[in-house]
């Protein structure tokens, strides 16, 4: 299997372990997908955001509820002020506080808050498909790198094979140039020479293999291990032709892949948002209301204390001369209010129905609209790129699963043939009458066609999984 495969798929290296490995357990496909996924940043990144998106849509909600604010204010006035009690002037040092309970309901809004919540909801929706399309491709990556471990695993079974072909002939020409019956001595340096390459070709294949494991391994984001063992595939189940069409996989990947949901809620998203952006022209009627108290240090009220007879300043005449006018005259001292007195007594409330019209603005609300216009054109073009390289890539995928198709069923037929030509140039090799370079050549034949067909075969298997993965479906 060839690394470029990596490429079709955007794989991209992961940052250090989180997770330890079994060494000497085996890894199913599905556990290898299962730990990917769990250890993926750009999943749990997805995930993260998807999150923030669920709030902003439970936040929109949320504004259709009336408002509700406290207020409270202390402070303390030094010199010449407002008496907050009697309004008059006073040039003294006192303390002060204001009480306000407050509530706003928007009745109408220009219906900014019910384009709000579908804006929202709509984006929510996009981020639960981008959420699964960092899931899937994860998934399609680790399918890749996994058969790309099986595939390497046969090949080095297969080069290894070679090496004991090749050994046994050594062996056999050896005993008969010891015994003198060896015909022609180059034969027994051609085998040996051929079993040196065949040699060379396990330590390539074995570490093709081990790097293979760590292509995986880092995609699980798990540490490197020599013994991490894979469970192959039904080799039944690995060559096969899709029974769809292009366009028919084509068809099914726009209402199915989650890439092409995600730009499409994105779109919707953004004309919400123009709705939103426009609902500020337009008046805004809300229905207010507040309850409000205060206090002041200030705050005096004159108490009766007793009364006393005093002299008017008047006179009457009387038989007895001039006599004084006397009256009974209340005294009242000055008195604090109390605090609780002040908060019960201050105690007042306020209804009413407040109509804004925007009239100008600075132009602001205008421009949001032509902003929100222009990033609507921008999601239509990113959903229509979105379909248009989706079209090709399956276009791509089809081809190459159709050409691995046929490369395989060739292969098939040439590995039947040259191992029937191997066979019968071995027997002739062994009897005498075939050079040991006619037989060589055979049995190179034999070697290029079954590591050949074992690259198709999986080759075959994989362009079939990205097709899947084209049509939503990655089952295992």
Request: glycine share 4%; hydrophobic share 40%; aromatic share 10%.
């Amino acid at each position: 299997m060839r690394y470029y495969k990596f490429i079709l798929f955007g794989l991209v290296a992961l940052s250090s372990a989180k997770a330890n490995a079994q060494s000497d357990s085996t890894y199913t496909l599905q556990k290898c997908i299962d730990i990917a996924i769990k250890n993926n940043l750009d999943v749990k990144q997805s995930e993260l955001k998807a999150q923030s998106a669920r709030i902003d849509f439970n936040q929109a909600k949320e504004n259709m509820l009336p408002t509700l604010n406290g207020n409270v204010n202390h402070g303390i006035n030094n010199g010449r002020n407002i008496n907050p009690f009697t309004n008059a002037y006073v040039n003294q040092s006192l303390t002060y506080g204001n009480y306000s309970l407050e509530s706003n309901l928007t009745l109408f809004g220009g219906l900014q808050n019910v384009n709000a919540i579908k804006q929202t909801s709509l984006a929510y929706q996009a981020g639960k498909m981008d959420l699964q399309q960092a899931k899937d491709l994860v998934t399609i990556n680790v399918i890749t790198a996994y058969l790309l471990v099986l595939d390497n695993t046969e090949l080095l079974a297969a080069v290894k094979n070679q090496v004991d072909v090749s050994a046994k002939q050594v062996e056999r020409l050896t005993i008969l140039e010891k015994d003198g019956a060896n015909k022609l001595p180059s034969d027994l340096y051609d085998l040996q020479g051929t079993l040196g390459d065949n040699k060379l070709n396990v330590v390539n294949a074995n570490s093709a293999l081990e790097n293979a494991k760590l292509s995986l391994m880092q995609i699980l984001n798990i540490p490197y291990s020599k013994n991490f063992v894979l469970q192959p595939i039904n080799a039944q189940d690995v060559a096969k032709q899709s029974a769809l069409s292009s366009d028919q996989i084509y068809e099914t990947a726009l209402q199915e892949l989650a890439l092409v949901k995600a730009a499409t809620l994105r779109r919707q998203s953004a004309e919400k948002a123009v709705s939103v952006a426009k609902g500020a022209l337009l008046p805004n009627i809300s229905l207010y209301g507040g309850l409000y108290t205060n206090y002041s240090s200030a705050a005096q009220t004159s108490v009766f204390k007793d009364s006393s007879v005093v002299n008017t300043g008047g006179y009457i005449n009387t038989p007895n001369g001039k006599q004084s006018v006397l009256t009974n005259q209340a005294n009242y001292v000055n008195k604090d209010i109390g605090y609780y007195d002040q908060f019960k007594n201050n105690y007042s409330t306020q209804f009413g129905v407040s109509l804004r019209i925007p009239i100008l603005n600075y132009f602001q609300n205008h421009n949001k609209v032509a902003k929100a216009k222009i990033d609507l054109l921008n999601y239509k073009y990113i959903e229509e790129n979105t379909k248009i390289k989706l079209k090709q890539n399956v276009e791509t995928a089809y081809l190459n699963m159709t050409s691995a198709y046929d490369k395989y069923a060739v292969l098939v037929d040439q590995v039947k043939s040259y191992a029937e030509s191997f066979r019968t140039a071995e027997i002739r090799f062994n009897a005498g009458v075939l050079t040991s370079v006619d037989y060589v050549v055979a049995k190179n034949n034999l070697d290029r066609a079954r590591i050949n067909l074992i690259n198709a075969r999986y080759d075959c298997y994989i362009y079939n999984k990205i097709l899947d993965y084209y049509q939503g479906k990655l089952a295992l």
